[in-house]
């Protein structure tokens, strides 16, 4: 025990500062938004609940996704928690370019969560497929299954990436987190 | 019955609903320190309230109405257990009505619609929740009652407000007996307020979990009022441990001005922080018992509680 | 040591490792399995391929891992009707699944009786079989949910449970369904699948030198033994050689993702038993050497490090000094956290005696790799049948006799020590060289297989050239195959609740499997 303390003790406080909010922010590319949604999305802003669902991925972008929950980058810090229900969910972050098999608990899934709800496809196979693209097992990006808000590029991205895209999306009135 | 004592009364119920969550997010606070990581705000618990309250609840197709009053009933007696219990004035209006034994009756309750509601929807979760708190709450009762029993000896009553009265007459004197149901009652607290060495507040795994397994369902209000309701409960759970052990600060009969009041709200504050410190202390350093252990855990309170009576009545006779 | 039969011939092949190839009829098939099985070899993988475009019918292949080489029995199923060869799962039980597996793929049945889709799960059409010659690869069809009929448990008081796909973590899907009594576990079933993308119609659609690239991510945390093994393949098949400083590159790679991988999962197997120290200094350590690797390699997670004839970049000058005091930085904290985690008398009660797997179980059901050495199996293709550089690297295997969680945690920090102590050979090694050779293009009809011991196990992927530099048909093996079943065997008599303890401490692959 006194290991574990002290082991505790000397190594400090290890979380780094939050990557710089990116220049152009907006929820859906191109559109304006109204003030009650820039609203209700700063009040669910600061205390997101992700739920992640991968969709036949290749295990890379969820080892940098279970990155975000180690000391550095700490995402719990910033107010964001994943959390294993949807109903409990405000955001849907998506892996894997959809494979067959995996579209109807995807789409589940999706429609298990309250409203409001944002959807974010992490990845080139998120995004488009990329490698996998669109064939008999895979849809080809998330975008084919449900209605996706953000993609993120990246085989796989960085964490800082994917924090950066998550605080994007969701402070888009804020000018600081 | 005069205004002031309603007041008073009141008074400490708001207070309860306003800090419960503030408490929740200092152990958060305390926890990320001991992992090396720094922390949300202490008030983050408020900005996931108020986030939960603006969703809409989306409900399963075969949730009965059990369901959807089983987070008003669970915030409902947690707010009543606040009311009974003296976190800073003993004179309580409804602590006449209801002594101790009440208090774990009250807490009996909001466990068996909290394990019925996760029932109703069916899955095979809900169920596995469901049972799991079942049993380790019928093995932590008996334990709570026995250190309950430990503080009634000493002051001949069963109202907790009487043993804050006794036991502040006292000036600042460590009973041997209530060391052991001191101990004692920890162990419970962690037992009923799912957290670790018992069970895991953060857990993602589906299959290990007690308490969050039976919120799987919950969304929006509902969810909130399940979380303020939990945050109650630790909170109360908190408040009767200062009550039993460290009621210096309370208010009692007779010297409960507004000056007595106001101390007893930083003596509370105080308190609060020192338990949340060592409660996340406990956790960081604690690994999550296998679940058949728990009886044994159990078992392990409710025989230092016992010792404590022994002890106790060896030394007075 | 092939076996001698009158009706075999030996067919050209080449491979990182000794191998050889037989091909055989339907009675050789089965009789050169008995004399295998007898003799102690295990079966690594199975694939089957549609060669009637080159006149030849359907095809199935075996390959196996002896004692000194690696051995691919053959059979062309040329007759008439629907093809269908001897199924394997009697003599090696892991061939249950990848026959499956075949058949989902390619439509060629075995006599067993158990025909549930294992990755057809109502994605396509009954008869239509994607790997299939004729079968337009990107054509999609809507999906039809079809029921699985898990094998039930009779009894008083029996349930199931029912886990997945989508788990609560952030973890690839599978679906697990438990029969309990209470608590206990009477029965597991597992059903994956899932995240079956058609990589293995994708690679007859790239050229030789591209198909590393799909090969890296068949599974992401396996990416450089993936890649390796395709490269290995397609250079033993050009008899092309890399640079000694190549190869020392992508081993060293290789250990890295060993590394990386073991952190990782010491980290959240602490962090699973509630112990949520073990995990902020093991992720602490797991990003510091993913920081070393965008560092030195150029990227977190080396998806495109390792091309055919070598790899894509050098280590630049400070990248030696940077990785030899990450290196001991690790090994100090490593050694400090496992004194932690031993005397943790908590942690230590969580993994005891959950999921023990004993010895002749693991060897009856063909354990390899990782799984396999926690059980007492001494299997290290580093060890038994290295390859270059791993011929000059003396590797020690490690090995645990327990077979539980405590064993499979005890050998991850056996094997990072040990992955650190070859980090430093390697990196101590002045090898001089170009760090990517000139690969030219195979000629058609050339059988090719790199097997690597990844992290997890002996990872295979066979390459077969076809026309103009394009594949023929390019199966990829993960160990995951393997050792799935083990965990519905280890399982048993356990709690639900140790389940998640368990599985972690396998951490096998979804998507290797599935492919």
């Known amino acids: 025990m006194w290991n574990t303390l002290s082991r505790m003790l000397r190594t400090g406080l290890l979380t780094e500062p939050l990557p710089k909010l990116s220049e152009a922010r907006s929820v859906v590319e191109g559109l304006p938004l109204e003030p009650m949604q820039q609203n209700l999305l700063n009040i669910l802003g600061r205390a997101l609940c992700i739920r992640h669902v991968d969709a036949g991925s290749c295990n890379g972008c969820e080892l940098e996704i279970q990155a975000l929950g180690n000391p550095y980058y700490n995402i719990e810090g910033v107010g964001i928690k994943f959390v294993a229900s949807p109903r409990h969910a405000d955001l849907l972050l998506v892996t894997g370019p959809v494979s067959v098999n995996m579209e109807e608990a995807l789409r589940r899934t999706y429609e298990a969560m309250p409203e409001p709800k944002l959807v974010i496809a992490l990845g080139d196979c998120g995004a488009c497929g990329a490698a996998f693209g669109s064939s008999y097992a895979s849809r080809g990006g998330v975008s084919n299954a449900i209605p996706v808000d953000k993609t993120v590029a990246g085989c796989p991205p960085s964490p800082p990436e994917i924090l950066r895209a998550i605080l994007d999306l969701i402070r888009p009135a804020a000018d600081e987190v | 019955m005069s205004a002031i004592t309603i007041v008073r009364q009141l008074s400490e119920v708001v207070l309860a609903i306003a800090i419960a969550p503030l408490f929740g997010g200092w152990i958060a606070q305390c926890r990320a ?107 932590a009762e008996p334990a709570l009652l026995m250190v309950l029993f430990n503080a009634f000896l000493l002051s001949g009553s069963t109202a907790l407000p009487s043993v804050v009265d006794v036991r ?150 | 040591m092939a076996a001698e039969k009158t009706d075999e011939q030996q067919v050209k092949m080449f491979g990182n490792l000794a191998c050889s190839r037989i091909r055989v009829d339907r009675e050789g098939w089965i009789s050169t399995a008995e004399q295998l099985s007898e003799s102690g070899a295990r079966l690594l993988t199975l694939w089957g391929t549609d060669d009637r475009d080159q006149a030849g019918g359907f095809r199935i292949d075996a390959a196996y891992l002896l004692s000194d080489s690696v051995l691919v029995v053959e059979h062309r199923m040329v007759d008439e009707g629907e093809p269908w060869y001897p199924s394997l799962a009697g003599l090696f039980p892991v061939a249950l699944r990848m026959q499956r597996a075949a058949y989902d793929l390619l439509g060629i049945s075995t006599n067993e009786s158990d025909d549930r889709g294992w990755l057809r799960h109502g994605g396509w059409p009954q008869m239509v079989f994607p790997l299939r010659r004729d079968v337009d690869g990107s054509q999609q069809y809507p999906v039809v949910s079809q029921p699985y009929s898990f094998v039930s448990v009779e009894g008083d008081g029996v349930h199931e449970i029912s886990v997945g796909p989508v788990h609560a973590g952030t973890i690839e899907p599978g679906n697990f369904r438990f029969s309990v009594v209470g608590e206990k576990v009477l029965r597991l079933e597992e059903r994956l699948g899932y995240t079956h993308k058609g990589v293995a119609k994708l690679f007859e659609s790239l050229t030789q030198h591209t198909g590393h690239r799909l090969a890296a991510r068949v599974s992401g945390d396996s990416a450089i ?47 699973d038993a509630g112990f949520a120290f073990g995990f902020t200094h093991f992720s602490k350590l797991k990003e510091d050497l993913l920081r070393a690797n965008s560092v030195v390699f150029g990227a977190r997670y080396l998806m495109a490090f390792v091309v055919p004839g070598g790899v894509a970049a050098d280590l630049n000058t400070e990248a030696r000094s940077l990785l030899l005091e990450l290196y001991d930085a690790l090994e100090t904290s490593v050694i400090n956290l496992r004194t932690i985690y031993d005397n943790h008398a908590g942690l230590q009660d969580r993994f005891r005696e959950a999921g023990r797997l004993d010895r002749s179980t693991a060897k009856r059901l063909g354990a390899i790799g990782l799984a396999g050495r926690a059980s007492g199996l001494a299997c290290d293709l580093r060890v038994d049948h290295p390859w270059a550089p791993y011929t ?124």
Not at chain 2, 100 to 110: D, Q, S, V, Y
Not at chain 3, 243 to 258: G, T, V, Y
Request: glycine content about 8%; proline content about 4%.
């Open chain 2, 33 to 139: 320190w001991l992992q090396s990581r720094t922390a949300p705000p202490l008030i983050q618990p408020y900005r996931m309230l108020r986030k939960l309250f603006h969703k809409d609840a989306a409900l399963a197709t075969t949730a009965s109405p059990l369901f959807r009053m089983t987070p008003y009933i669970l915030f409902g007696t947690m707010v009543l257990a606040a009311a009974i219990i003296p976190s800073i004035a003993t004179d309580l209006t409804f602590a006449r009505a209801a002594d101790a034994i009440a208090l774990i009756g009250l807490f009996a309750t909001a466990r068996v619609f909290q394990s019925l509601a996760a029932m109703d929807i069916g899955t095979a979760f809900g169920s596995m929740g469901a049972r799991r708190d079942m049993m380790i709450g019928f093995l």
């Open chain 2, 168 to 317: 502040t007459m006292h000036s600042f004197f460590v009973d041997p007996s209530l060391l052991f149901a001191a101990i004692a009652f920890l162990m419970v607290l962690l037992a009923e307020n799912a957290r670790i060495p018992i069970d895991n507040p953060a857990t993602h795994l589906e299959l290990t979990m007690i308490h969050e397994a039976m919120a799987l369902e919950y969304s929006a209000r509902h969810l909130a009022l399940l979380e303020w309701a939990a945050n109650l409960k630790l909170f109360n759970y908190a408040c009767i441990g200062f009550a039993l052990f460290l009621p210096w600060g309370i208010a009692t009969q007779g010297r409960d001005g507004g000056v007595a009041l106001a101390v007893a709200v930083g003596a509370l504050l105080v308190k609060l922080v020192l338990a949340g410190a060592v409660l996340a202390l406990i956790e960081a350093l604690s690994a999550k018992l296998r679940i058949f252990r728990a009886p044994e855990y159990l078992a392990i309170s409710f025989l230092l509680a016992v010792l404590g009576l022994l002890v106790h009545l060896l030394l007075e006779a």
């Open chain 3, 225 to 271: 033994a993936f890649s390796w093994a395709y490269c290995a393949a397609l250079e033993a098949i050009t008899t092309t050689t890399c640079s000694a400083r190549a190869l020392a590159l992508r081993a060293l790679a290789l250990e890295h993702e060993r590394l990386a991988n073991h952190l990782g999962d010491l980290g959240s197997l602490g962090n």
């Open chain 3, 392 to 515: 000059s690297l003396a590797v020690t295997m490690m090995t645990q006799k327990g077979g539980d969680v405590a064993a499979r945690v005890q050998i991850r920090f056996d094997e990072v020590v040990e992955s650190l102590r070859l980090c430093r050979a390697l990196l101590t090694e002045n090898d001089s060289g170009v760090i990517q050779a000139t690969v030219p293009t195979a000629q058609s009809n050339q059988l090719g297989m790199g097997i690597i011991e990844g992290w997890r196990g002996p990872v295979a992927v066979v390459l077969e050239t076809g026309r103009d530099g394009g594949i023929h048909r390019c199966h990829t093996h993960d160990p995951s195959w393997q050792n799935w079943p083990l965990i519905e065997h280890a399982i048993i008599g356990d709690i639900v609740p140790d389940f998640p303890l368990i599985n972690k401490s396998f951490n096998l692959s979804y998507s290797g499997q599935d492919g």
